[in-house]
């Protein structure tokens, strides 16, 4: 779940993917993503993953009056193959979820070589209503000028800056960087891997609303 806590309320829901074969056990997602990469094998992944969460987002109920959206992540090859946006738009026309439901989460990695293919695809799903957002942020190599380049609606702060927000002036000072960094160029931000009442309070602090993490779910 993502959670605004400004409005009191579940905004949203990232899809996760898992495998849990029964004569394996739980396979960690690093590891087959990265196979089905090496494979070429995760468009076909990508495509189930996407179908999947529009359909299931489509028949959630309301959260205070108002639908949820989701969010999938969409891999640097699937972002490089001709024909993403159509696919996309194929599946919200079949399932039937609204664009502006369906949100898109790349990593900074998906952008460093700069492929044209690669931003106007981006570009053609945020003009469908399609929100866009930059994942991880702060631990790629160039983050400044995507937020330069890229149409993103927002960028979701990494993990390990928060997981020592509290004891670490350093990732405290980076992650109120972020956060002013993204409002004056009027992005959205939502901070992941919040897991204690503390790291919430220190985020809310800094004037991050918008959480993901263990503490809520």
């Not at 990232?14 to 849990?20: F, G, M, N, V």
Request: charged share 20%; proline share 5%.
């Amino acid at each position: 779940p993502i959670v605004d806590l400004a409005r009191d309320r579940v905004a949203g829901v990232e899809a996760l993917l898992r495998w849990h074969p029964p004569q394996r056990g739980l396979v960690p997602t690093a590891l087959f993503i990265g196979i089905a990469e090496d494979f070429g094998l995760i468009g076909e992944i990508g495509h189930f993953v996407m179908r999947r969460a529009c359909a299931d987002a489509l028949a959630w109920p309301l959260v205070g009056g108002e639908p949820l959206f989701v969010s999938v992540n969409v891999s640097v090859r699937q972002l490089r193959q001709p024909g993403l946006t159509a696919e996309v738009a194929a599946v919200l026309r079949d399932t039937g979820l609204p664009a502006t439901r369906l949100h898109v989460e790349l990593t900074e990695s998906a952008l460093l070589d700069d492929q044209p293919l690669a931003l106007n695809t981006l570009a053609d799903l945020r003009q469908s209503g399609i929100r866009i957002w930059l994942d991880d942020f702060g631990t790629g190599f160039s983050g400044l000028s995507h937020l330069r380049r890229v149409p993103v609606d927002g960028v979701k702060i990494d993990r390990s800056f928060v997981q020592d927000i509290v004891t670490d002036l350093n990732d405290a000072a980076i992650v109120q960087t972020i956060i002013g960094m993204a409002r004056n160029l009027g992005l959205s931000v939502i901070a992941e891997g919040v897991e204690t009442p503390a790291q919430r309070h220190a985020l809310q602090h800094l004037d991050c609303q918008v959480f993901q993490g263990f503490l809520f779910g």
